[in-house]
């Protein structure tokens, strides 16, 4: 997502980008109808606990954080995604209880990170049914369910709000539903006030910041640095246009997120990582706790 197209969604500042999302309100209008009649009314009942992490707008919002944080504080954890951006298709078990079984051109860049960051077992499928499906066999306990807001199925339904400046959904705006469907949330939370980020940024001297993440200039709030190169999200780095980058910077360590980290450690670049942590508050973990004893 370049800045324009950013801005545009999230922040608009100038009149063209204020006009363009006037002029495209009636597609906005159509893509309304579809969401609201596209939406699950009815909920399948998988037998077996469910926790979705999602929220409604296009881009990150802290959900694969969120996600890690919560399944490095339950056991036998199953957390199934789309895997999106990965070189394969259908159902497969990236990691098993911590154990990496499938490399990030096979599993997705989200999935990795998930995978390498727990001892979760990891699944992506388009089907998330199929996925949830193959973590019953696996025999864990619970599903945590990546960006499941909309998914037909019983579930403890959390969704991270976060509030841009343009109230619009697509095309006109960066909202994927309408803020009215906040109302299908059982845990709304809110940055600063459910949970925190906690970042540790590593010492790096003769670096750059690289990174394909969504609204990568979020990183300038904990990163101070001269250096940097943005890709758009979820990108496929190639190795010569990195060491092009690294050559033309006079820098030879890359500094980077985890989500990047394992697109680029296969590389063997120097690669120092800004370690994101979420603390997750009593309150929520109590709320959590209690859906699952009474799904019990």
Same mark, same amino acid.
């Given at each position: ?5 950013? +801005? ?7 009149? =063209?980008?204020? #006009?363009?999302?006037? /002029?495209?309100? %009636? @597609?906005?209008? $159509? ?101 949830? +499906? ?7 306990? =619970?599903?945590? #369910?990546?960006?499941? /807001?909309?998914? %037909? @199925?019983?579930? $403890? ?140």
């Amino acid at each position: 997502m370049n800045n324009f197209i950013e +801005n545009y969604l999230f922040y608009p500042k100038n009149i =063209l980008q204020k #006009l363009l999302s006037f /002029f495209l309100l %009636p @597609f906005t209008l $159509l893509y309304c109808i579809i969401v609201y009649f596209k939406f699950p009314k009815k909920y399948k009942d998988k037998q077996i606990p469910i926790i979705s992490i999602g929220n409604i707008i296009v881009g990150g919002s802290g959900k694969t954080p969120f996600t890690i944080a919560l399944a490095n504080k339950l056991e036998n954890v199953a957390v199934v995604l789309r895997g999106y951006g990965r070189k394969s298709k259908g159902c497969i078990v990236v990691s098993k209880n911590g154990e990496i079984l499938e490399n990030v051109e096979v599993s997705g860049d989200e999935a990795q990170e998930i995978a390498i960051s727990t001892k979760a077992t990891v699944i992506v499928s388009e089907n998330r049914e199929e996925g949830i +499906n193959k973590a019953k066999e696996i025999g864990v306990k =619970l599903v945590i #369910l990546d960006d499941g /807001f909309d998914k %037909p @199925f019983k579930k $403890l339904n959390i969704v991270i709000d976060v509030k841009i400046d343009n109230f619009f959904c697509l095309p006109s705006g960066g909202y994927r539903y309408p803020r009215s469907f906040l109302k299908y949330a059982d845990l709304l939370l809110e940055e600063n006030i459910n949970f925190k980020r906690v970042v540790k940024v590593p010492e790096c001297n003769n670096c750059i910041l690289i990174s394909a993440i969504s609204k990568p200039e979020r990183l300038f709030e904990f990163v101070k640095i001269d250096k940097y190169h943005f890709f758009i999200d979820h990108y496929e780095y190639k190795k010569d246009e990195i060491e092009k980058i690294l050559l033309q910077n006079g820098v030879n360590t890359i500094l980077t997120t985890k989500k990047d980290y394992v697109k680029l450690k296969k590389f063997g670049f120097n690669i120092k990582v800004i370690e994101l942590e979420f603390e997750i508050s009593n309150e929520v973990m109590s709320q959590i706790k209690e859906y699952l004893v009474k799904y019990e």
